[in-house]
C-alpha cells in the first residue's frame, strides 16, 4: 500500500477556474491534478471556481485573510510570478524569521515584459514607461522569495537565470548544494493530455453546423488575437492562395477573465479579412472562446495548424502554449521562426517554419503540407514526440520537489546583507510603479501579468 500523502501544497492562480480557461488557469489545474496523485492540494482562485479537478480541494478566496488562512495551512505555495507580486508576504509570512514560511515555487513560464513592451509600443511616453517597470518588477521581484522556479524552456531558463544573478541568489550558499543550480529553476513546459483527443463523430467545423465543407482544407489560429502575434499574416496568406478550398478558422472569442482586454490585433485582423474579401467565406472569426473540455473535436476537424508572430524579442522567451494541442492532435504546424517551438518544429519534422511577417511563405507552406507524403511524414513525428510532453512527463520536477520541499539555501541562510540588500532598488521601483500605475496596471499590465493575466493561447 502507498503511503498516505503529506505534504500540503497550495496552488495559486488569479485566473478563471471554470469550463472555458486561459493558459494559467489550465496549467494550474493539470499541475495540481498531477499533484494531487502524492501530495494534499488545494486549488484556490478570487474567483468562484466552477470546475472540479480529481483527488484536489477547490478553494476560492476573497480577501486578503482568507488567503492567509490558505498559506497557513500548506507547506508548498505554487503561484504566478504575477500573483506572488502582488502578495509578497507568501515568501516570508514572518518579516523577522525570513525562510520560515511555506515553500515557494515561482512558475515563470510567461516574462510578461516582452509582450508588455509590444501591447504599449504605440502609447505615450510616461505609460510605456510605467507598464514597463511594473511588468519588469512583476517578473523579477517574486524570485527574491522562490526555492524553486519554473520555466517553460531553456531559453526562458538563462533569463531567469540572469535575473536571480542580478538579485544575487545565484550565491555560495546556493553552489554549495548544487553547483548547477538545477534544483533552483527548472524546465517545466506547458503539456498536453494523455493518451489521442477522443471527438468521434463530431464535426463542428464540417459538420452540417459547421462552417466549412466537407472538402475543404482548414487551417487552425487556436491562439489569441494579442498584439505580439500576427494574425494578419495568415489572413494575406489564404487569400493569396489560388485553391479556394484552403481556409482558416480564427479563434477570436473574448477572454474567459473579463480583466483582460480585446487588443487592437483583433480589429486589425477582421479589418483584413474584409479588404480581401474574404471573410466569412475563406476566413472565419470564432466570436467565442471554446471550452477547455470541448476543444477536442474542433482540434480533430482541422488539418493544419498556424502560429504566427511578429518579429520581436517577445519570440525569443516565448513559448506557445497552445501548440501543445497541435502535439496532442497530431495537426501539422507552420510556425514563424525565432521562438523555442519554433526550433521544435524545424528539429523534429512536425512541420515547416517560415520567417516572421511573409505571406508568400505561409502560403507556400500551407500548400506545400496539402501534399500527402509531407502531410504524413509530419503526422508521424508529431505523434512520436507527443508522449515527451503529456502534463505527467513535464511535471516531474515539481512532483519530486514537493516529495521532499526544501527552503532554497540562501534563502534559508540570509541576513540582513543578503539577496533583498542587492535588490531593494528593483523592490522599490515595484512598489512606486504599484502606487503610481494602479488604474494602468489594472486595465493592461496586471491583466496579462498578474492576477488576471492570459492565455496567452487559447485552447
Sequence with gaps: MA????TRVLVLTADTVGPAMAGPAIRSVELARVLGRECVVTLASPHPITRSVPGVAT?????????RRLVDGCDVVLA????????????????ARPGTGPAVIVDAYD????????????ADATTRRTAAADATARMVEPLRRADLVLCASVRQRYLTLGMLTALGRLGPDGYAADPTFDALVAVVPFGLATGPPDAVG?????????????HDFVVWWGGGLYQWLDPVTLVDAVARIEDPTVKAFILAGAHPTPAVPAMEMATRAR???DELGVAGTRVVFADRWIPYDER???????DLAVSLHRPGIEATFAFRTRLLDSLWAALPIVCSDGDTLADLVRAEGLGLVVPPGNPAAVASAIVRLRDPLCYGDAQ?????????????RVAQPIVEYCRRPLIAPDRATRGPDGPEAVSVRVTRIGRAVARRGRVLVRRGVAALAGPDRRQREQP
Excluded: N
Design 271 to 273: 479589418r483584413r479579412a
Design 380 to 392: 508521424r513525428a508529431l505523434r512520436d514526440i507527443a508522449p515527451s510532453y503529456t502534463w505527467d
Design 111 to 122: 516574462p510578461v515584459l516582452f509582450e508588455v513592451l509590444e501591447l504599449y509600443a504605440a
Design 80 to 95: 504566478m510570478s504575477g500573483l506572488l507580486f502582488e502578495h509578497p508576504w507568501i515568501g516570508d509570512p514572518d518579516p
Design 3 to 6: 503511503p498516505a500523502p503529506t
Design 296 to 302: 477536442a473535436p474542433w482540434l480533430v476537424d482541422a
Design 202 to 214: 463530431q464535426r463542428p467545423l464540417r459538420g452540417p453546423e459547421g462552417p466549412f465543407d466537407e
Design 59 to 67: 478553494a476560492p478566496y476573497a480577501s486578503e485573510a482568507d488567503l
